[in-house]
């Protein structure tokens, strides 16, 4: 069990008891984490890279209940800014579409690549570090579910302030239109609803976005990357030997 | 007048461009409720608002942008309509266009926008919310379409901000001129580019923040619902997800003999292995793209590697109808060399289908003798000659030389000025180019090219009922490759949706009816203009002649299978033998206010 000793060491110990990962759902996970620390690379190559069974082709059929995702992951190159998950999002959250107030968007850069923005619900939480409220914080890590919660709406100074969304490394946050409070991933309370809408359509693709059962299995060497950095290496990757993506 | 329940707003941005006055009108739930939005509602309009005989290159001509009910919900694939009077038919012009416009629109609480008269200079209008501006776009002039977008979205600082502009070709008011989106989406058809270009409009930019109202959440969820998973699943749509519509370049080039090849003359092209959907997952493309909402993804983006011309160059396509016009329609036979002519096609902002039509025209003239290269700058425009087609494109957006004047015309003019048997060649009907189906084996392309509202656009639908039922959904604004999806559920979904929605009570009744009634304004609105009826619904001759080769070879139309057809479609609208819209259907439909155009 090799492969077992080298994971994340982030991966927490009782979260495995709790939520009766099994070794297939273990095994499954460190692939995504793989997966995501080298956004650019296509499915087939990620499976030889890690070496680890096949993960079925199709999503897997409708399990019953699995354990509460605690963190999303994704794959960007394969996207096709169809916005399912934007639309699912703000159905679930605000009862109608509304890409505005969702907390995942994907914006079509040159008009020829799709960079979904999540939140990677990472331990450190920048946001929370930055926020200058006291004595006690606007907002905070839940750690039963892992994603940030407001303590109290009221406290946050919003447009005033907005120093989270300014910590946030890979330029996530973005605020309501109207309160201008940031909006947060709340990973709709374990089962992420952009997960499912994006599995409905992504057969052809390959799949893009990934719910984890663990708690910051994700490295910073991704969460760190800019939406233009994520540009940047989507249309070198697809697009060589044209990296800039300009008309020629 | 706001007695919308939902679905509309019942808010029209109405932009007049010579004055600069920016005003809101409103119309209530009623006329929303007989014309739905989209194509039906902008009709409306343009038959009330634009006076009889208005040059379409006019400023009193209008450019109406108008999204539908369905746009900006969950409903998969919403389209912006685009509609104005037609430089090319002089009668209707309406095109669409996929891409992110038209939920943009309505999330930032409009319906539709009108533009009227003429900007004093050049100008792009930015739209945020209920924010408008109209700014001063000099420095983009005689721009490509690419990098207009760009320096838009750079100037009003808004990378989410969803943009329609003009390139070269608009700007030069070139009949087959289109208005191009998100680089490669184009509302081609009928000359809107060079409506947009008449007005001094180099682009409009629209963001939205808002959200659409819906009268019954909870059962217009549930029927969205159904809709996507019918749209998403795999077996409704088998290939067409992989392939897009090249799906059918390697279909009808062989075995179904459909594709139009070298000037329609064929339909059989067992070369199209080297453009069509295989070769180019083998060799081109790189990315799966779909419009928001969609499960469809029926684009693809790609980038020519290792060629001699053009390395590096990223297109979209090929689809289907860029295929066969950029490809075997000019005789060409690789990738390498229809790819360069379609991205230029987006980057001039040129209708592909309407500039491939003139130009493979051209290309037929040439093989007959009826035109020498030194009638157009010395161009060998052969088929199969790259360079030639490639700068017989340039030439036309750029009005560039003889040859720009001679083909910037569009196929019917062009071939009425060349005069002897030139019109005998040219592929037109009701006045604007065919598009890429053979009308011989693809019978179903019959009523939309002689005798659908619009008049030589493959997409209107394959018989009266078809024809009627397409407008409804054009007017809720979707995109008619997703009620594909939806099989026979495609109308009810429909009526499922708005019901909820926009708090209606349709029924199949009412929704024929309001088919129907879209139709017939949209002839009454061609008939007052360019005189449309039994006479000039007609076709190329070459149709009349039979297919020369291939599994489907001697297929061919008769003049009384043409004439049976006519009948049976001007009979389906209740309109008299010369297919006018009567007194009595006018009334029926509830469009009193069309007698006028009975009159001569």
Partial sequence: MKAEQESPKSVVEDSHKSHGLNRRNFLRGSIAAVAVTVPAMGISEIKKASGAPAAPEAPAPETPKGPPAKSLLVLRKNCTGCNSCVYACSLFHDGHVRPATARIYVRRVKGIVDVPNICWHCIDAPCVEACPVTPKKAIYKDKETNVIKFTDEKLCLGAKCNKCVDACPPQYLRVHPETLRPLFCDLCGGDPQCVKACARQSRETGEVLRADPRVGGVHRSFRDVTPDEAVEGLIKSLYYPNVEGERR | ?600
């Fill in chain 2, 1 to 600: 007048m706001a007695n919308h329940k939902g679905g509309h707003f019942g808010k029209i941005l109405d932009i007049d461009l010579t004055s600069g006055n920016i005003s809101t009108k409103e119309y209530d739930a009623e006329l929303a409720r007989k014309f739905l939005g989209g194509t039906g509602l902008a009709t409306y309009y343009l038959y009330k608002e634009v006076p009889k005989g208005t040059d379409p290159m006019s400023p009193e001509n209008l450019l109406i942008l108008s999204s539908g009910p369905l746009c900006g919900t969950e409903c998969p694939g919403g389209r912006l309509s685009v509609n104005f009077k037609s430089p090319v038919s002089g009668g209707l012009g309406n095109s669409y266009v996929g891409g992110g416009f038209t939920s943009d629109l309505k999330w930032a609480g409009w319906d539709m926008v009108i533009l009227r008269g003429k900007a004093p200079k050049l100008s792009y209008i930015y739209i945020k919310d209920d924010q408008v501006e109209i700014l001063d776009a000099t420095a983009m002039a005689g721009k490509d379409t690419y990098e207009t977008e760009e320096m838009i979205k750079e100037e009003i600082a808004n990378p989410d901000a969803k943009c329609l502009v003009i390139g070269p070709a608009g700007e030069n008011l070139v009949p087959v001129a289109a208005i191009m989106s998100e680089r490669f989406k184009a509302a081609a058809r009928l000359g809107g580019g060079a409506v947009m270009g008449s007005k001094n409009i180099k682009g409009i930019a629209v963001h939205g923040t808002g959200a659409v109202p819906i009268a019954q959440p909870e059962a217009f969820h549930k029927a969205a619902e159904l809709a996507i998973n019918m749209s998403a699943n795999i077996d409704r749509a088998p290939g067409f997800r992989q392939f897009g519509t090249a799906l059918s370049l390697d279909q009808n080039g062989w075995y179904d003999t459909q594709l139009a090849t070298r000037n329609y003359q064929t339909a059989y092209y067992p070369d199209v292995a080297g453009l069509g959907g295989e070769e180019a997952t083998r060799n081109f493309w790189q990315k799966h793209a779909a419009c928001p909402g969609c499960q469809i993804h029926c684009m693809k983006f790609g980038v020519l590697r290792g060629t001699e011309k053009h390395d590096g160059l990223i297109a979209e396509g090929p689809e289907y109808e860029s295929g066969v016009m950029q490809g075997s329609n000019l005789g060409m036979a690789v990738l390498e060399e229809s790819i360069p002519l379609i991205e230029l096609c987006d980057a001039l902002g040129l209708d592909n289908i309407g500039a491939g039509n003139v130009v493979s025209f051209t290309m037929e003239l040439m093989e007959r003798g009826i035109l020498k290269p030194e009638d157009i700058d010395g161009i060998d425009a052969r088929f199969g000659n790259f360079d030639a087609a490639y700068q017989l494109f340039e030439a036309i957006a750029y009005k560039k030389g003889k040859a720009g004047a001679l083909l910037g015309q569009g196929t019917y003019a062009m071939a009425k000025q060349i005069g002897g048997d030139a019109p005998k060649y040219a592929c037109v009907s009701r006045k604007q180019g065919i598009a890429a189906w053979d009308p011989r084996s693809a019978r179903a392309m019959m009523p939309t090219y002689a005798l659908g509202p619009r008049g030589g656009v493959h997409t209107d639908g394959g018989n009266p009922k078809g024809i009627a039922d397409r407008v409804v959904g054009s007017s809720c604004c979707l995109c008619y490759f997703v009620p594909g999806t939806w099989a026979d559920r495609a109308n009810s979904n429909i009526i499922d949706m708005l019901n909820p929605l926009c708090g209606w009570n349709i029924n199949d009744a009412e929704f024929a009816l309001i088919g129907k009634r879209i139709i017939t304004l949209q002839r009454a609105y061609s008939h007052r203009e360019a005189g449309d009826n039994r006479a000039s619904d007609t076709t190329f001759d070459r149709a009349f002649t039979p297919l020369p080769e291939g599994p489907k070879a001697g297929s061919k139309w008769t003049k009384e299978e043409f004439k049976k057809l006519q009948d049976e479609y001007y009979a389906y609208f209740g309109w008299d033998n010369n297919g006018v819209p009567t007194e009595k259907c006018l009334k029926e439909y509830g469009l009193d206010f069309c007698m006028d155009s009975l009159k001569e």
